[in-house]
């Protein structure tokens, strides 16, 4: 393939692959680590391009390369995800980042991805590599989890 082509075509999946894995390994460890992992996991894609490109599963492929970049940085701490002034968002659980921190980083994500992104149940098993069931599985547990920890019922 021409290396134009190959140009081309990796800009084609940087352009749709980008926002979602910057919104998925964000919502697993952090927004500024997300970052980081996401722009990691790019730079692996280019190189192993002739790799990424024929995987079954390309954005879900990149996401693992994130992933592992994401956890080697963070050594087993909680994701910092940005604290809630009630005052200026009222409608939000001043606890409520504290309590997603505190769920598996498989729940985080499929909650975080699900609810605060309005994800559907295709796109988060696509970019994380699950099934739909194991998704709603994620869901469902991340989401008893919460209301338990936030005293909702």
Same mark, same amino acid.
């Given at each position: 393939?021409?290396?134009?082509?190959?140009?081309?075509?990796?800009?084609?999946?940087?352009?749709?692959?980008?926002?979602?894995?910057?919104? /998925?390994?964000?919502?697993?460890?952090?927004?500024? *680590?997300?970052?980081?992992?996401?722009?990691?996991?790019?730079?692996?894609?280019?190189?192993?391009? /002739?790799?990424?490109?024929?995987?079954?599963?390309?954005?879900?492929? *990149?996401?693992?390369?994130?992933?592992?970049?994401?956890? +080697?940085?963070?050594?087993?701490?909680?994701?910092?995800?940005?604290?809630?002034?009630?005052?200026?968002?009222?409608? *939000?659980?001043?606890?409520?980042?504290?309590?997603?921190?505190?769920?598996?980083? +498989?729940?985080?994500?499929?909650?975080?991805?699900?609810?605060?992104?309005?994800?559907?149940?295709?796109?988060?098993?696509?970019?994380?590599?699950?099934?739909?069931?194991?998704?709603?599985?994620?869901?469902? +547990?991340?989401?008893? +989890?919460?209301?338990?920890?936030?005293?909702?019922?």
């Amino acid at each position: 393939m021409p290396v134009a082509a190959v140009t081309n075509e990796f800009a084609d999946f940087v352009a749709s692959a980008e926002p979602r894995l910057r919104v /998925a390994l964000g919502s697993a460890f952090g927004f500024d *680590v997300g970052e980081d992992a996401t722009a990691e996991a790019l730079a692996f894609a280019w190189e192993h391009w /002739a790799r990424v490109r024929t995987s079954a599963n390309p954005v879900g492929f *990149v996401f693992s390369v994130g992933r592992n970049t994401a956890r +080697r940085s963070l050594r087993r701490r909680p994701p910092l995800l940005p604290e809630v002034r009630s005052v200026e968002l009222p409608w *939000v659980e001043p606890g409520l980042p504290g309590a997603l921190s505190r769920l598996s980083e +498989r729940q985080r994500e499929v909650v975080m991805l699900l609810h605060c992104f309005d994800w559907t149940l295709a796109e988060t098993a696509e970019v994380l590599g699950l099934t739909k069931g194991s998704v709603q599985v994620h869901d469902r +547990r991340g989401m008893v +989890r919460l209301r338990r920890e936030l005293g909702v019922n």
